[in-house]
């Protein structure tokens, strides 16, 4: 298993200001998501950060809004831009084990709040 | 989409009794997977069914898949006060094994 470490924890934001995540893994890993949990919902999957590539986002969810980086294969960064109220959410980095069975690891999350 | 629905969306019982909870999907899989979800943090992934597996085991659980029914169970015998939390079924088909997240089920256990 993988240990994973996400910054900031929480945050409470302004509306129309960004926020950058980080997520760090003490391991390199070939898979990385990035997730959404809104309040008393489900995960949903924003986008697969690729290393070295454009991340591939999921129905719903554009790189201008969440712009993702990896630029190797223990670190990536999502950015919620131009936020609003309705960002509100826990945003979960995770990564799946080598060879890959299915399950994933995650990170604690980070809580936004958007005022 | 959501594939997986878990039910009931809340349960809550006597630390010692044991807790059931269960998920149904739409279309076939290729896994099916439990996850545990404590007070907004992380996910800690529980225990993983193959499609062509029925039953699985780990320490005080206990998973069954039924896929002619489309279902699955999750079984926590003895349950303790630690165990309140929030549980996830995940599961994954055709040829992506990404997980996709039913709604949860939220367990207190009394003490």
């Known amino acids: 298993s993988a240990v994973i470490s996400q910054k900031p924890s929480r945050d409470i934001c302004q509306r129309g200001t960004s926020l950058t995540i980080q997520c760090q893994v003490d391991s390199q890993v070939t898979m990385m998501f990035w997730y959404r949990q809104q309040p008393g919902q489900s995960l949903t999957l924003i986008a697969t950060?690729?290393?070295?590539?454009?991340?591939?986002?999921e129905s719903g969810f554009v790189i201008d809004k969440f712009p993702i980086s990896r630029p190797n294969l223990t670190f990536s960064t999502l950015t919620v831009s131009n936020m609003s109220p309705e960002d509100s959410s826990i945003y979960l980095c995770s990564v799946a084990s080598a060879p890959w069975a299915g399950e994933l690891f995650f990170g604690e999350g980070s809580r936004l709040t958007v005022l | 989409s959501q594939q997986g629905e878990e039910d009931p969306q809340a349960l809550s019982i006597q630390e010692g009794e044991n807790a059931t909870m269960n998920c149904s999907y739409k279309?076939?899989?290729?896994?099916l997977q439990w996850y545990r979800q404590n007070s907004g943090r992380g996910l800690v992934h529980l225990i993983l069914?193959?499609?062509?597996?029925r039953e699985k085991h780990s320490g005080r659980l206990r998973v069954t898949l039924d896929t002619s029914k489309k279902s699955s169970s999750l079984l926590i015998t003895a349950s303790r006060a630690a165990d309140t939390a929030s549980y996830f079924c995940a599961t994954d088909a055709g040829g992506s094994y990404i997980p996709t997240f039913g709604r949860g089920t939220s367990l207190i256990v009394h003490p």
């Open positions: 279309t076939s899989i290729n896994n």
């Open positions: 950060a690729n290393q070295g590539s454009e991340a591939t986002y």
């Open positions: 069914i193959r499609s062509n597996e």
